[in-house]
């Protein structure tokens, strides 16, 4: 018999739990009590304020009441001291008791004759509810003793402690604001098979409370950046999605096609051309946090849609750019998890201490031993990168045969914060040159667990230059290079308009919540990750 992976029972069990449930929901539409014309219900608290309250009031109340003292009785009399103390603390509070008006998912019950318990979830957390038949009437304790996990209720009451200590809700009234008809995973056991948690996100954040915990600190992260740049004088803007030359970064675009102007349009794969126009235009701080496209493949740290935040500093350079990247990454952090020490697959990494910083050929010379500096041609670079056995196609040139190592020697070691800095021109096509090195531009990848976390510049805003620069991209994507930027004449005319010496930087913002949540995979900080689609 085939079993049903969501639930760890056979389908056809499964089936007929479902047809149940159905004929649940029937009988009490035909009572005209169906739950699905229910519109709205009023909660005056979630779970755990409910629980923070009830103690501040218990301390409150029962403030200089000392423990029962049960040292030289026996066990029956012991038993019976702490019960009594028990009823008169349970009678101080029950005369001055806590109203409260909650509402959740049921994830668990037990029907015990005339009183039942039973669990209810919200975004908060859980507590216990209490339901007795001579308190909320005959028929819905009936009704409730018939209803199912899944189910979501709302419930009147009013907060007490139970004798085994437990913070929970006596119900006065229940409503039943939603019946579940499907069937939730067996409890012990969760939702595991992990394409279906991908799949059904809404059930593994109902069945795995750390998934739902990741969520919320993600949520956490983006505000608390927010936050940080709106402090700095930074302004928040939105630039578009839809765009005819897709640049900023080598990726290669989704395409579309535009009916109303029967024109082919890109998905962005960056957000900088947009946002340099801003700098242009006098906005001197801006940041956009925002989905961007790039059609390639899947794996644990990348997904074809994701999240990219880019910012712009006008009068600034790449330098400013890594004391603005530490001093949020550290705030970031200790905003979120109330620390700069954080860890990650069981490694620690250190926000709090100042972050390396290393040039590219220094980080070279000192992980793979070979000193660029040394490397007179693009033959001699060639020659080397034979004899370290690294591939390398036609087409590159001496700093993009650099890169090659640095990829190849350096990216693993990487694991505390590091900003490795001045990358060769041929890899950076928006980069000012460093003015002592012209082979070189002023350029940084920070680094973290031997993850490139964001790409910074010194933002070129010679429009000579960039006019140079794109045609050399023209020319990469005519041989073949689908990854390639394409000249950009409005962006062009913008830099010939006169944009100021600039810092930008982009960050994954994926790549960030999976170090501060420590997530394996990207999927795991997307609520719903691009997936093969089914049949």
Known sequence: MAENKQ????????????????????????????????TKFDVTHHTDEVKALY???????????????????????????????????????????????????????????????????????????YVARDVIGEEPYAE???????????????????KTGEISVHADELTLLSKSLQVLPEKFHGLTDMDLKYRQRYVDLIMNPDVKDTFVKRSKIISAIRRFLDDKGFMEVETPMLVANAGGA?????????NALDEDLRLRISLELYLK??????????????????????????????????????????????DLTEEMYRHVAQEVLGTTTISYNGIEMDLGKPFERITMVDAVKKYANVDWN???????????????????EDRHKKGDILNLFFETYVEEH??????????????????????????????????????????????????????????????????????????????????EIGMPPTGGIGYGIDRMVMLLTDSAAIRDVLFFPTLKSLG
């Open 7 to 38: 639930n760890n029972q056979p389908t056809q069990d499964i089936n007929q739990l479902k047809k149940v449930r159905r004929e649940k929901l029937a009988t009490l539409q035909e009572a005209g009590k169906d739950p699905f014309v229910i």
């Open 55 to 129: 103690e501040e009031h218990e301390a409150e109340l029962l403030s200089g009441r000392a423990a029962v003292d049960t040292t030289g009785m026996d066990e029956e009399a012991a038993k019976q001291a702490v019960t009594e103390d028990y009823n008169e603390r349970r009678a101080i509070m029950d005369a001055q008791p806590i109203h409260v008006t909650i509402a959740g998912r049921m994830m668990f019950k037990r029907v015990m004759g005339k009183a039942s318990f039973c669990n209810v979830q919200d975004l908060k957390g859980k507590i216990q509810v």
């Open 144 to 162: 409730f003793k018939k209803s199912d996990i899944g189910d979501i209720f709302g419930i009147k009451g009013w907060a007490f402690r139970t």
């Open 250 to 258: 080598a990726a290669r675009p989704f395409e579309t096609h535009f």
């Open 277 to 322: 126009r801003l700098i242009v235009g006098g906005m001197e701080r801006v940041y956009e946090i925002g989905r961007v496209f790039r059609n390639e493949g899947l794996d644990t740290r990348h997904n074809p849609e994701f999240t990219l935040m880019e910012l712009y500093q006008a009068y600034t350079d790449y330098h400013g750019m890594m």
């Open 374 to 392: 040394e490397v007179a041609d693009l033959e001699a670079a060639r020659a080397l990168a034979k004899e370290h056995h690294i591939e390398f």
């Open 414 to 495: 990487l694991i505390q914060p590091t900003f490795v800095m001045d990358h060769p021109i041929e890899i950076s096509p928006l980069t000012k040159k460093k003015p002592e090195n012209p082979e070189y531009v002023e350029r940084f990848e920070f680094f973290m667990n031997g993850w490139e976390m964001a790409n910074a510049y010194s933002e070129l805003n010679d429009p000579i230059d960039q006019r140079e620069r794109f045609a050399a991209q023209d020319a990469l994507a005519a041989a073949g290079d689908e990854e390639a930027n394409h000249t950009d004449e409005d962006f062009l005319n913008a830099l």
